[in-house]
């Protein structure tokens, strides 16, 4: 396919090469809130949240910019139409290999965004668990009258007669 069509490789090359340096940016920014999660660190994990929000809608920008290019060229806005890209401007060289870059580390951001969701939810269900004996605790201290007399449950004033 030539160039006549108006897509240029040099435009797809580069929205490549920025997909690549900004996923990179992402996955030390998961590798962050992995840390984060491992110590707790809750106000570390809401800075961690709003970059990885900014940084997302930037991939999705760039996605979007280079299903753009792919159309533009002629193609499908996929990975198919990628691969056909790639096959028709070989002579680039580093295309191919910031393509085979992008779609590895978009596995590795994927699978590390997966663990981190998990630790998320282990974190979540121990702060229940925690809740819940704080909860019972609670429940526990008020069987104690105002005269410091234990009371037996089910013994006493209702809620409704107070």
């Known amino acids: 396919m030539s160039n006549s069509d108006g897509a240029s490789p040099a435009p797809l090359q580069k929205i490549l090469i920025e997909e690549v ?11 962050q809130e992995q840390k984060a999660l491992v110590k707790g660190d809750i106000e ?11 940084l997302f809608g930037r991939l999705a920008k760039l996605g979007e910019a280079r299903g753009k290019a792919l159309v533009a060229a ?8 990628m ?4 096959e028709t401007h070989g002579e680039l060289g580093s295309g191919k ?11 590795k951001a994927h699978t590390q965004n997966q663990t981190n969701g998990e630790l998320i939810s282990t974190r979540l269900a ?10 019972a ?23 409704g007669s107070v």
Do not use: C, I
Not at 126 to 135: D, E, G, I, V
């Open 126 to 135: 121990n702060n229940q668990q925690a809740l819940s004996a704080l909860m």
């Open 21 to 31: 340096a900004r996923l990179r940016d992402f996955l030390e920014l998961l590798d």
């Open 83 to 86: 691969e056909s890209w790639l």
């Open 44 to 54: 570390r994990l809401m800075s961690l949240a709003a970059e990885k929000t900014e």
């Open 97 to 107: 290999r910031d393509w085979l870059e992008l779609l590895a580390l978009a596995k």
């Open 74 to 81: 002629g193609l499908a806005a996929d990975r198919q139409g």
């Open 137 to 159: 605790a609670a429940n526990q201290a008020s069987l104690y009258g105002p005269d410091g007399q234990a009371h037996p449950l089910g013994v006493g004033r209702s809620l």
